[in-house]
């Protein structure tokens, strides 16, 4: 293990380099933004967005390995297992 300059940095001769204290690293509700979206987004007509509770609207995604139920704009239930659609109604 490299020596401790003191907390938040570690000697790695040449170089020093700063360390986080979990403080620091640690994500606050207030950091997160409520949505997340594509410039473009228009609610089913293009772009994605993404809500903080976890909604999530895009004309077109590939999710590799997704399992799960996911609700369409237009009320559709699609289930996926290990990425593979197997109904939707």
Same mark, same amino acid.
């Given at each position: 293990?490299?020596?401790?300059?003191?907390?938040?940095?570690?000697?790695?001769?040449?170089?020093? $380099?700063?360390?986080?204290?979990?403080?620091? #690293? $640690?994500?606050?509700?207030?950091? $997160?933004?409520?949505?997340?979206?594509?410039?473009?987004?228009?609610?089913?007509?293009?772009?994605?967005?993404?809500?903080?509770?976890?909604?999530?609207?895009?004309?077109?995604?590939?999710?590799?390995?997704?399992?799960?139920?996911? #609700?369409?704009?237009?009320?559709?239930?699609?289930?996926?297992?290990?990425?593979?659609?197997?109904?939707?109604?």
């Amino acid at each position: 293990m490299e020596p401790l300059i003191n907390d938040n940095e570690i000697d790695i001769s040449p170089d020093i $380099i700063p360390v986080k204290t979990i403080q620091e #690293t $640690i994500v606050k509700d207030e950091d $997160i933004a409520a949505v997340k979206q594509s410039p473009n987004f228009k609610s089913g007509v293009k772009g994605w967005r993404l809500n903080s509770n976890g909604i999530m609207e895009a004309r077109e995604a590939n999710f590799s390995d997704a399992s799960g139920t996911f #609700t369409t704009v237009d009320g559709k239930t699609i289930t996926v297992v290990s990425g593979v659609i197997t109904s939707i109604v």
